[in-house]
């Protein structure tokens, strides 16, 4: 006996096949642990309430005539505060956003004797990181974001 199909039997199996497809890629992404699918900001709605504010910070920093300046160098990157700022006033946090993993992100803790802020490359892995920079100087707030790529 032969078995005869027409065009519509040929669509109902290519649509099935097709289903069946993306059905296991997305289970195998769900269940695999190497397909990190977080979000990148752990708290995105308490993130996103203090929009307003991280904006004025920034537009602190871009008010400043001289401001902070990131530079590689070639066993670390230096981040270097405006001269004329006293850095034993300079008081905040230097966060190093891994985008690709987030194992990877670190903050460091501004305690500042010279104007100069130093971060061995041995802490960095190659690739691209955000940086950002949240500090204070005498009751003021800034935040200054820099993205490095690291070879």
């Known amino acids: ?18 289903m069946t497809f993306i059905l ?16 990148v ?5 308490k993130h996103d ?6 904006m004025q910070r920034v537009q602190n920093a ?17 981040i270097t505060f405006p001269e004329n700022f006293d850095p034993k006033k300079i008081t905040g946090n230097v966060a190093l956003y891994r985008p690709s993993n987030k194992k990877l992100d670190f903050q460091v803790k501004l305690a500042l004797t010279e104007p ?11 690739g691209s990181w955000d ?7 005498e009751g003021k707030a800034y935040l200054t974001k820099e993205t490095i790529y690291i070879k």
């Not at 900001?41 to 709605?45: K, L, N, T």
């Not at 309430?49 to 991280?54: A, W």
């Not at 871009?62 to 230096?78: A, I, M, R, W």
């Not at 100069?116 to 190659?126: F, S």
Request: without cysteine; glycine residues 2%; negative net charge.
């Open 62 to 78: 871009q008010d400043l005539p001289n401001k902070p300046l990131v530079s590689q160098l070639e066993n670390e990157v230096t």
């Open 116 to 126: 100069v802020l130093h971060i061995p490359k041995t802490n960095l892995v190659g």
């Open 41 to 45: 900001v752990e708290e995105y709605y």
């Open 131 to 137: 940086i950002n920079m949240e500090w204070q100087y």
């Open 1 to 18: 006996m032969k078995l005869k199909l027409n065009w519509g039997t040929y669509i109902v199996i290519a649509f099935a096949l097709f």
């Open 24 to 39: 296991y890629f997305v289970v195998k992404v769900q269940s695999d642990s190497k397909y990190d699918n977080d979000l």
């Open 49 to 54: 309430i203090h929009y307003q504010e991280e």
